[in-house]
Nanobody, 128 residues
Framework: QGQLTESGGGLVQPGGSLTLSCVAS????????IGWFRQVPGKEREGVCS????????MYADSVKGRFTVSKDNAKNTVYLQMNSLKPEDSGNYYC?????????????????????WGQGTQVTVSS
């Protein structure tokens, strides 16, 4: 049984940076399409970004474009989310999620139903 494990969350001041990691165990992350999501209590889960199995295609929510960067290190079986210029509205529990190979034809990367491997999440709090 494979699993995804996130780490790197914490408390950071507005304008600061954090790097989240998503490590896969039990399966080869190279074959997986990975999405990052975040959720705040009382609000719907939001797609943050995604990266294709090859790493060649990345997608970002408009709210994080130019500030967040997603990348893969297949040798380490890890996906990273570099978050810069953080804002209080970036706070939330961040999850990585995976799907073998690619999304369903015509699917939206922000649709959580497209993913079937989920991590437990790591909390990010942006506050002064």
């Amino acid at each position: 049984q494979g699993q995804l494990t996130e780490s790197g969350g914490g408390l950071v001041q507005p304008g600061g940076s954090l790097t989240l990691s998503c490590v896969a165990s039990g399966f080869n992350l190279y074959d997986y399409y990975i999405g990052w999501f975040r959720q705040v209590p009382g609000k719907e889960r939001e797609g943050v970004c995604s990266i294709s199995w090859s790493g060649g295609t990345t997608m970002y929510a408009d709210s994080v474009k130019g500030r967040f960067t997603v990348s893969k290190d297949n040798a380490k079986n890890t996906v990273y989310l570099q978050m810069n210029s953080l804002k209080p509205e970036d706070s939330g529990n961040y999850y990585c999620a995976g799907r073998l190979h690619g999304l369903s034809y015509g699917a939206d990367w922000r649709d959580g139903a497209e993913y079937y491997e989920w991590g437990q999440g790591t909390q990010v709090t942006v506050s002064s």
